[in-house]
C-alpha cells in the first residue's frame, strides 16, 4: 500500500493527540516517569506531521529539537516559551528513560500537561 504525505501527517497528529491522552491517564495513577514520556513523544510525534508538511528531514532526536528550533522558534512561527517546554520534556524523557533511580513526582510534571496541550494544539493549527 502506498501512502500519501497527508496520510502521514494525518498518522503522526494521530499518535501525538493519542500519546498526550496516554499521558493523561498515566498522571491518574502516578506514573510520573511514563507520562513525561508520553508528554514528550506526543509533541515529538506532532513536530515530525510539521516537518512532513514542511518537507523537512530530519532523522533523530536531536535533529527535530534542532530543526524546530531553527524554523519555528528563532523565526517567530512559534513562541519561544514552547521551544523552552519542549527542551524540557526532551532532556527530562532523556533522564527518566535512562538514568538510574531517577523518579519524577507530581510537582516536577503536572504543570507540562498543560504546557503540552497549549504546543500540540499550536502546531496542530499549523497542520
Not at 502516578?30 to 506526543?42: A, G, I, K, M, Q
Not at 531517577?102 to 497542520?127: G, H, M
Amino acid at each position: 500500500m502506498t501512502y500519501s504525505n497527508e496520510d502521514l501527517i494525518e498518522y503522526r497528529k494521530r499518535r501525538a493527540f493519542e500519546s498526550f491522552e496516554e499521558a493523561k491517564l498515566l498522571a491518574e495513577k502516578d506514573h510520573w516517569n511514563t507520562v513525561t514520556n508520553r508528554l514528550y513523544y506526543s509533541c515529538f510525534y506532532i513536530l515530525t506531521a510539521l516537518f512532513a508538511k514542511d518537507s523537512i528531514n530530519t532523522s533523530t532526536h536531536n535533529g527535530v529539537k534542532s530543526e524546530f528550533h531553527r524554523r519555528y522558534i528563532k523565526t517567530g512561527l512559534i513562541d519561544p516559551k514552547f521551544g523552552k517546554t519542549y527542551n524540557d520534556l526532551f532532556n527530562r524523557r532523556q533522564i527518566g528513560d535512562y538514568e538510574d533511580f531517577q523518579t519524577f513526582t507530581e510537582d516536577d510534571i503536572k504543570s507540562l500537561i498543560s504546557e503540552t496541550e497549549i504546543l500540540l494544539n499550536k502546531i496542530d493549527t499549523l497542520l
